[in-house]
């Protein structure tokens, strides 16, 4: 509930978000598309379609339903469907302990050695 009352509330997302499938259907440049580095667009998004320069930049709000659904499926059947994606057959405390896993994922990138062989516990 904490969770749901940020997202509508100080977070934010709510405003792109929204409705049952929690996206606006709409376009954002949210500056992924930037390269920091060149100070250039390395994605027009949205503009390579429409070639309009309002849409410079901008990329199409995804719901935030079920991502982890349609990996458990194998992703949605199609002539171009790459073989990396397979039926899963993930229990649902199997993906809670992916969703855990990849909370851990947020944070500084560190270059901690890797302990040496043998030295873990058994
Ligand atoms: C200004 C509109 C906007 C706001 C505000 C916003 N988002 Fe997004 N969100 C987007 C767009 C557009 C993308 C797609 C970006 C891309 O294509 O790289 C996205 C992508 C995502 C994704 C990736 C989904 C996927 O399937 O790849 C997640 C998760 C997400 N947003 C969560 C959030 C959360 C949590 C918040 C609030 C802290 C938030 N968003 C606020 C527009 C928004």
């Known amino acids: ?6 997202f509508e509330g100080k977070a934010n997302c709510a ?10 259907e709409m376009y954002h440049n949210l500056g992924v598309g930037w ?6 667009l390395a994605d027009q998004g949205r503009s390579d379609v429409t070639e309009k320069d309002a849409n410079r930049g901008q990329f199409k709000t995804p719901t935030l339903r079920d991502v982890m659904v349609l990996y458990n499926r194998g992703g ?3 002539p171009g469907l790459d073989p990396k994606m397979k039926p899963l057959g993930l229990r649902g405390d199997e993906i ?3 969703v855990a896993f990849m909370y851990a994922l947020t944070g500084p990138v560190t ?3 890797p302990p040496a062989a043998g030295s873990l516990p058994k």
């Open 1 to 6: 509930m904490k969770g749901m009352e940020l």
């Open 15 to 24: 405003t792109c978000h929204v409705s049952f499938n929690f996206t606006d």
């Open 35 to 40: 390269d920091a580095k060149t100070k250039k």
């Open 76 to 78: 949605n059947a199609n």
């Open 96 to 98: 809670d302990a992916l």
């Open 111 to 113: 270059n901690a050695e």
